[in-house]
């Protein structure tokens, strides 16, 4: 088989014998050459943007979050009197001891009864206390003790010494939770425990217990969805709470 050499560039002879490249080829070269990197970019290119706009076709949708906070809120002057009437009658200043919660209200998440006796328990992922309940509730204590109209003021520990009270109020707190319908009870459950001691150095009982109880909150419906409700329950079964122990003080 006969192979023919491939066609060489036109040569040209110097004076001494070399032989020269023709420049009119070095210039078709160099074109040939310039097309074909212009031509590797844009094929680069091409490729660069295919990959963003696929890659961005695949990126999941941000889902917007399904969890809702809630805080209890003070009561206002559960009895409506006008601020000068209140100052005259004030007459009690009460200490607040730290409240003491169960261990299954201690969890961000809001507690739902949804079997009958307290016995079965769920909790809202998607529902939760803006703050830990005790904080909370603590605060809300707090606050409605001291708008109360025969109360001049209220201290939540620790007291400083020297502090000026009449009372040192102890609550445990039993029961904050919903109650789902479906379970016989439907509403809220808000218990607790207290007791009283007194501060007061100008009668026998100082340091003494002066009064204690129990609250069970009256039944409020509930319709087991609506958790701003379920909040404002809860809040206004606090409210209560205050309004009975205050009560107790002022018929001694």
Same mark, same amino acid.
């Given at each position: 088989?006969?192979?023919?050499?491939?066609?060489?560039?036109?040569?040209?002879?110097?004076?001494?014998?070399?032989?020269?490249?023709?420049?009119?080829?070095?210039?078709?070269? $160099?074109?040939?050459?310039?097309?074909?990197?212009?031509?590797?970019?844009?094929?680069?290119?091409?490729?660069?943007?295919?990959?963003?706009?696929?890659?961005?076709?695949?990126?999941?949708?941000?889902?917007?979050?399904? %969890?809702?906070?809630?805080?209890?809120?003070?009561?206002?002057?559960?009895?409506?009197?006008?601020?000068?009437?209140?100052?005259?009658? !004030?007459?009690? $200043?009460?200490?607040?001891?730290?409240?003491?919660?169960?261990?299954?209200?201690?969890?961000?998440?809001?507690?739902?009864?949804?079997?009958?006796?307290?016995?079965?328990?769920?909790?809202?992922?998607?529902?939760?206390?803006?703050?830990?309940?005790?904080?909370?509730?603590?605060?809300?204590?707090?606050?409605?003790?001291?708008?109360?109209?025969?109360?001049?003021?209220?201290?939540?520990?620790?007291?400083?010494?020297?502090?000026?009270?009449?009372?040192?109020?102890?609550?445990?707190?039993?029961?904050?939770?919903?109650?789902?319908?479906?379970?016989?009870?439907?509403?809220?459950?808000?218990?607790?425990?207290? $007791?009283?001691?007194?501060?007061?150095?100008?009668?026998?009982?100082?340091?003494?217990?002066?009064?204690?109880?129990?609250?069970?909150?009256?039944?409020?419906?509930?319709?087991?969805?609506?958790? !701003?409700?379920?909040?404002?329950?809860?809040?206004?079964?606090?409210?209560?709470? %205050?309004?009975?122990?205050? %009560?107790?003080?002022?018929?001694?």
């Amino acid at each position: 088989m006969q192979i023919t050499p491939l066609a060489t560039p036109r040569q040209a002879t110097s004076p001494s014998g070399k032989n020269i490249i023709s420049p009119a080829w070095g210039s078709r070269n $160099r074109h040939r050459q310039a097309r074909r990197s212009d031509g590797s970019w844009l094929t680069l290119g091409i490729a660069a943007c295919l990959t963003i706009l696929l890659s961005g076709c695949f990126i999941p949708q941000t889902q917007p979050d399904p %969890t809702r906070f809630y805080l209890l809120e003070p009561q206002a002057d559960q009895n409506g009197q006008p601020n000068g009437e209140r100052a005259e009658k !004030a007459q009690i $200043r009460i200490g607040l001891r730290k409240l003491r919660l169960p261990g299954y209200l201690r969890r961000p998440a809001i507690a739902i009864q949804t079997g009958g006796n307290g016995h079965q328990l769920q909790y809202a992922e998607y529902q939760r206390w803006a703050e830990p309940l005790e904080t909370n509730l603590q605060r809300v204590l707090r606050l409605n003790f001291g708008s109360h109209p025969a109360v001049r003021s209220a201290k939540v520990e620790p007291f400083r010494s020297g502090s000026d009270l009449d009372y040192i109020v102890s609550i445990e707190i039993q029961a904050c939770e919903g109650v789902r319908p479906g379970t016989g009870h439907p509403g809220i459950r808000f218990a607790a425990q207290w $007791r009283v001691m007194s501060q007061r150095e100008d009668g026998p009982n100082e340091d003494q217990e002066v009064a204690s109880g129990t609250f069970k909150a009256t039944s409020q419906k509930w319709d087991g969805d609506d958790f !701003a409700s379920l909040a404002h329950r809860l809040s206004r079964a606090a409210a209560t709470l %205050t309004n009975q122990i205050v %009560t107790e003080l002022m018929s001694r």
